[in-house]
DNA sequence: GACCAGGCACATC
DNA sequence: GATGTGCATGGT
């Protein structure tokens, strides 16, 4: 198996998304709705969160934060039980709408103002919002240059050496953006592309020869 | 029927 | 700081 570096993350890049090409990721039409799928994700398959989704927006409550906080949570609850933990779920969803209607008035505009420390910050501070969910949510509704470390990025990269299994997420990130030009195109695409090659590929390795890594 | 999926918080040591 | 546990549905 190839050992991978530093070095090479541009590289990997490149070459997955000439194998698999561009991934179109977050699938999601409006900012609130990608903030949404990103916390009903959690350890979860998305095709469950999509029935999820479908059931918020015949329910109205991808409408706007305000829509869907005036369903309660015991609602939510039952709109996004396919999406598993629908209970810690819909608790979580409303911490997030507790949390935007005191300190931004409801408004993701609001929000989105701040500058990408201190987004972060804000956003971590929401109980449910871990470190996953968190980037997810500044790359890819927002736009900022930040790596979302994952699952398959923890299981892939440390079985190519990259670093040590067990390595925290701060240290993993930061693997990735002190190597990687800060461009939240090339890590939107980094990431889908880590979770397409884990979706179809992970649990082959490390001794899959199709592994398109291993070329 | 077991195992897994685009985590997180909390208790305990 | 590290480790274990609860949370739950739907696909393979």
Redesign the pocket.
């Known amino acids: 198996m190839r050992k991978i570096g530093r070095s090479d993350l541009k590289n990997v890049y490149d070459k997955l998304l000439r194998h698999f090409g561009p991934q179109g990721?977050?699938?999601g039409d409006t900012r609130f709705e990608i903030i949404v799928?990103?916390i009903l994700?959690?350890?979860?398959?998305?095709?469950?969160v999509e029935?999820a989704i479908s059931n918020l927006k015949a329910a109205g409550a991808l409408d706007s934060p305000s829509a869907m906080m005036k369903l309660g949570q015991r609602r939510i609850a039952r709109l996004i039980?396919?999406?598993?933990?629908?209970?810690?779920?819909a608790k979580r969803l409303c911490n997030f709408l507790r949390f935007l209607r005191s300190r931004h008035d409801f408004s993701l505009d609001n929000l989105s103002r701040l500058k990408t420390p201190l987004l972060r910050q804000e956003l971590l501070s929401?109980?449910?919002?871990?470190?996953?969910?968190?980037d997810?949510i500044l790359l890819?509704a927002f736009r900022r240059p930040i790596f979302v470390v994952?699952?398959?990025t923890k299981r892939i990269f440390s079985r190519h050496g990259l670093f040590e299994t067990?390595s925290?997420?701060d240290h993993i990130q930061k693997i990735f953006m002190d190597s990687l030009l800060p461009d939240h195109i090339l890590y939107n695409e980094y990431h889908a592309l880590i979770?397409r090659l884990?979706?179809e590929h992970?649990?082959k390795c490390p001794n899959c020869a199709e592994c398109p890594l291993s070329g």
């Not at 994700?41 to 469950?48: G, M």
């Open positions: 990721w977050w699938p799928g990103a994700t959690q350890n979860t398959a998305w095709k469950n029935k039980r396919p999406a598993g933990y629908y209970n810690v779920k929401v109980n449910g919002i871990g470190p996953e969910t968190c997810s890819y994952d699952a398959y067990g925290s997420y979770v884990g979706k992970c649990r």
